[in-house]
């Protein structure tokens, strides 16, 4: 059963009594640390395939951005 606008308020009104405001704060932050911490890993992950990809196509990946790489890589596969 899905929660409507009445019962959805109720239990909003009861977790801000229960948990406090400083303790939903601190779970926000905790949460945006984690998203942020997860975007990041994702970023590093795809710059060392690109890296890895680069070197086995003899480009030297140093100093490029990734634009820079994938362009690079293209140049080198459909040349």
């Known amino acids: 059963m899905a929660l409507l606008g009445p019962e959805l ?6 977790l801000i009594i229960l948990l406090r ?14 998203v942020g ?6 970023s ?3 710059r060392r395939k ?5 070197e086995d ?3 030297n990946p140093k100093g490029k951005s990734e634009e820079e790489l994938l362009e690079e890589i ?3 596969l459909f040349a």
Request: aromatic residues 2%.
């Open 9 to 14: 308020l109720v239990l909003l009104i009861l």
């Open 57 to 59: 196509l003899g480009i």
């Open 21 to 34: 405001p400083k303790t939903i704060t601190e779970i926000g932050k905790g949460l945006g640390r984690l």
């Open 44 to 46: 590093e992950e795809k």
């Open 74 to 76: 293209r140049r080198k």
């Open 50 to 54: 690109l890296v890895k990809v680069a």
């Open 37 to 42: 911490e997860f975007k990041r890993g994702g």
